[in-house]
C-alpha cells in the first residue's frame, strides 16, 4: 500500500508558486521521499527526491519537514505545461524491494491562466 | 522526448491473440520494470528485472510474461487476454536500486493495449 497522503486535487494561478503536499507519517528512517508527475497520456516524468535535507533542481523544490512526516513539492513559476497529476512516493532502500515504486492517487494539479 | 522508448503505442487484440510490447533504452541502466495503468488510476507495478534477471513478480497473471533478452531490452509477451487487462502499460528503466544508489526511474510513454 502507497504510504503517503496528498490532496485530490489543486488549482494554481499561471506565474505563482505551486505548493504541494504531502504527508507520511510512517516513514522510516532511510526512506526517500520521490515526487514524480505525470502529463496526460504521457508516463510518470522524474522531478525530485530527497531523504532529509531540502533540495533544488531546475524543475522544483522539495522541502521536508524536519521529523520527515510530511514534504512540500514546490514549482516557483508555474506554467500551463505544470498541469498534471503529481505522485509523492516513500522509496524503500531495501535491496530486494528492487527500488519499487508504490505510487498514492496523486495530486492533479490545474494551472490556470 | 523519453530516454525509454516503447512500441507500438497502441495496440488492439483479441482474446485469442498472441502479441507483445517492447521497450528500449540506451541509458545503461541495468534495472528494467513493467507497470500496468488502468484509467484514472495510478500505476502499479508488475515486474522488476535487475541484471537481466526477473527479481520481482507482483502476483501477476501468467497470461502477461515477461523477457529481458540483454540489458537494453525488455519484452512483456501477452497471451489470452481478457478485457480488464485493457490498460496502459508502461515500461521504465534505473540503475539496479542498491548498486548506484538512489537513482530514479526513467518512464516511457506506454502502449494502450485494448483487447476486445
Known amino acids: 500500500d502507497a504510504k503517503t497522503t496528498q490532496p485530490p486535487s489543486m488549482d494554481c494561478a499561471e506565474g505563482r508558486a505551486a505548493n504541494l503536499p504531502c504527508n507520511h507519517s510512517t516513514i522510516s528512517g532511510n526512506e526517500y521521499v520521490y515526487w514524480y508527475r505525470q502529463i496526460h497520456s504521457q508516463g510518470p516524468q522524474y522531478i525530485i527526491h530527497g531523504l532529509k535535507n531540502n533540495e533544488t533542481n531546475e524543475m522544483a523544490s522539495l522541502i521536508i519537514t524536519e521529523d520527515r512526516k510530511s514534504s512540500t513539492l514546490i514549482l516557483p513559476h508555474a506554467t500551463l505545461r505544470d498541469t498534471a497529476v503529481y505522485y509523492c512516493?516513500?522509496?524503500?532502500?531495501?535491496?530486494?524491494?528492487?527500488?519499487?515504486?508504490?505510487f498514492g492517487q496523486g495530486t492533479e494539479l490545474s494551472v490556470k491562466p | 522526448d523519453t530516454e525509454v522508448t516503447q512500441t507500438p503505442k497502441h495496440l488492439v487484440m483479441g482474446m485469442t491473440n498472441k502479441k507483445s510490447l517492447k521497450c528500449e533504452q540506451h541509458?545503461?541502466?541495468?534495472?528494467m520494470y513493467w507497470y500496468k495503468q488502468k484509467a484514472k488510476k495510478p500505476p502499479e507495478l508488475m515486474f522488476v528485472y535487475s541484471y537481466e534477471k526477473l527479481s520481482i513478480n507482483e502476483s501477476v497473471p501468467s497470461r502477461f510474461s515477461p523477457e529481458c533478452p540483454n540489458s537494453s531490452l525488455l519484452n512483456l509477451h501477452l497471451h489470452a487476454l481478457q478485457p480488464e487487462d485493457s490498460a496502459l502499460y508502461l515500461c521504465?528503466?534505473?540503475?539496479?536500486?542498491?548498486?548506484?544508489?538512489?537513482?530514479?526511474?526513467?518512464f516511457g510513454d506506454g502502449t494502450r493495449l485494448s483487447i476486445l
Open positions: 521504465a528503466s534505473s540503475h539496479p536500486w542498491g548498486g548506484a544508489g538512489n537513482q530514479p526511474q526513467h
Open positions: 541509458m545503461g541502466h541495468r534495472a
Open positions: 512516493i516513500v522509496r524503500s532502500p531495501i535491496y530486494n524491494q528492487g527500488g519499487k515504486l508504490i
